[in-house]
């Protein structure tokens, strides 16, 4: 009876516990509403993040938005938290990412036979997951496994498809002289094949595409891609006061990793994406002049079409349709864009005083 006694008290503190760290300490009153003007279909399954707030005040509200209204997600207890983002998950991939949470240093992508993610058990393996359907299956590349451990010790910069394995891209090595390396994880005889890429005194940092952590709104990747767009850096030597050290810093223009020639190509010199987005065998980058850059990833062939006709707001890419957010006294105009045309368009709207207040410093973000 004592021992039953004592568990009955312990859950209660428990309880009291958990109802005090998840009590709401919010104490915004912000209301949005968005008013959609044309094709309104194309927003049924969009969702807005608005963040309000400015470094100075140290302080930012955030808030989700969706045709049905306006949710603070300002100061969420831990509970919410993952009440909120499960509600992101669709039910059939909702295995995938409970097998992808227990890893560390998680990447993932979708293809067009389902998704992928690769992430460590600690520094003792590398697990592989696909999902195709409703099933989920797991390869695992243990330390017995030669080149595992490198790529364990070593940060990644995202991975790609080809011929149907995992190719990921890492950087093997700190400091001064970066090795960039691509491993290949062979799923049917149970190997890493590692290759390293040619670079002078530069190094992959990301490749894009890649989502870190899993995301159920990524875009389809095509397999087999020959143009691997990617994210680069470059050192440079720096003297000051008689003293010299290394400087890294990223690289300007957009690149790609060529799959075919085992290099690293230029794909426009100086240029640089202001917001870019890889679906099915193309990227689309978006230019500072609000032009976009398309590259046909199967062959390279590139082309550039005008989109935006004056000065580029807060931009995000969904598959290969563009959100353009446009800053109004009572809160944005947001235009969506495919194929370089206007398709839609919706209006944000601050609906109460509290929400009024945060106008002039909020952004927003189509997801």
């Known amino acids: 009876m004592k021992r039953l006694w004592n568990v ?89 990412y409970r097998q992808l949470s227990g890893l560390t240093f998680v990447q993932s992508i979708r293809t067009p036979d389902g998704y992928i993610g690769v992430g460590q058990n600690g520094n003792t393996e590398i697990a592989v997951f696909r999902l195709n359907g409703e099933d989920v299956t797991k390869q695992v590349f243990g330390k017995d496994v030669s080149g595992s451990s490198e790529l364990m010790d070593s940060p990644w910069a995202g991975m790609f498809v080809r011929e149907g394995n995992i190719h990921v891209i890492y950087r093997d090595g700190y400091g001064e002289n970066p090795v960039t390396k691509i491993a290949m994880l062979d799923e049917g005889d149970k190997q890493i094949k590692i290759e390293t890429v040619e670079l002078q005194d530069e190094a992959v940092s990301s490749v894009t595409g890649t989502s870190w952590a899993f995301r159920p709104y990524m875009a389809t990747i095509a397999p087999d891609n020959r143009f691997i767009p990617v994210g680069m850096t470059e050192q440079t030597s720096v003297t000051e006061n008689g003293e010299t050290y290394l400087s890294e810093q990223e690289k300007m223009g957009i690149h790609a990793y060529d799959v075919d020639t085992k290099q690293v190509v230029e794909l426009t010199p100086d240029g640089d994406m202001w917001n870019a987005t890889v679906y099915e065998d193309q990227l689309i980058a978006l230019q500072e002049d609000g032009t976009e850059l398309v590259v046909d990833l199967k062959t390279g062939k590139q082309s550039t079409r005008p989109v935006i006709d004056g000065s580029v707001g807060t931009t995000s890419y969904v598959d290969d349709q563009l959100y353009h957010a446009r800053p109004t006294k009572e809160g944005a105009v947001i235009d969506v864009y495919q194929d370089g045309k206007a398709i839609s368009s919706a209006v944000v709207k601050a609906t109460n005083n509290a929400a009024k207040a945060l106008v002039s410093d909020t952004e927003y973000y189509v997801q």
């Open 8 to 96: 009955a008290v312990l859950g209660a503190i428990v309880l009291i516990g958990l109802g005090t760290f998840a009590f709401d300490m919010r104490d915004t009153k912000a209301e949005w509403e968005l008013a959609v003007t044309s094709n309104p279909d194309l927003w049924e399954e969009q969702t807005i993040s608005l963040f309000s707030g400015t470094e100075e005040e140290g302080t930012t509200e955030r808030f989700i938005l969706t045709t049905d209204g306006s949710r603070v997600t300002t100061n969420l207890n831990y509970i919410e938290e993952a009440l909120a983002y499960d509600d992101e998950i669709d039910s059939s991939v909702r295995r995938f």
